[in-house]
Every structure is written in C-alpha cells, then in structure tokens.
C-alpha cells in the first residue's frame, strides 16, 4: 500500500501544472521543464519549445538570466544546460 502512494505522489508531482505568482516564474518553471525533457538547446530552440512568445521575449529573457544567476541553467558552446539540483 505505501509503494503504491509513493508511485502516486511521483506521478502528480511530474505532471503538475506549472503554479507560479508571475509570469516571470511560470517562464522559469518552463524553460526547466523544457530542458529536462529536451536536454541541450540553442537559444532559439528553447525559445521555441518553452513558448517564450505567449509572454513576451523580455520576459522570457529575465527568466533565463534569473536561472543562470542562481546557477541552475549553464550556457556551453552555444547550447543551454540544465544543471542537476543538488539535494
């Protein structure tokens, strides 16, 4: 029973909705989703996939720029990273 709640609360926590208070958080919460699924991109690739037209390129700039500071996303060679979170 209790592997069985476990399994449950893995599965709602990967598939729960982005819930952020602005909409610079809902970008950040996105591009990390993105390049977890995705892996690697270049800068129009994750532009793309995270949909940074729905809340506008500055936003979507600040986001990756507040995640770079907090040393969660690396560029290298071109291409961003995400980093693993350390526990």
């Known amino acids: 029973m209790l592997l069985n709640l476990n399994y449950e609360l893995r ?6 909705p982005v819930n ?5 958080a809902k970008a950040e919460e996105r591009i990390r989703k993105v390049l977890a ?3 690697a991109l270049k800068d129009r690739a994750l532009q ?8 506008g390129l500055w936003i979507f700039k600040q986001a990756l720029s ?5 040393r969660e996303v690396v560029i290298n060679r071109g291409h ?4 693993p979170r350390e526990v």
Not at 20 to 24: V, W, Y
């Open 66 to 70: 507040n995640l770079e500071d907090a």
């Open 48 to 55: 793309q996939f995270a949909h940074a037209n729905r809340s």
């Open 80 to 83: 961003y990273h995400l980093l």
């Open 20 to 24: 952020a208070d602005n909409a610079i």
């Open 37 to 39: 699924a995705k892996g």
């Open 11 to 16: 599965v709602r926590t990967l598939t729960d």
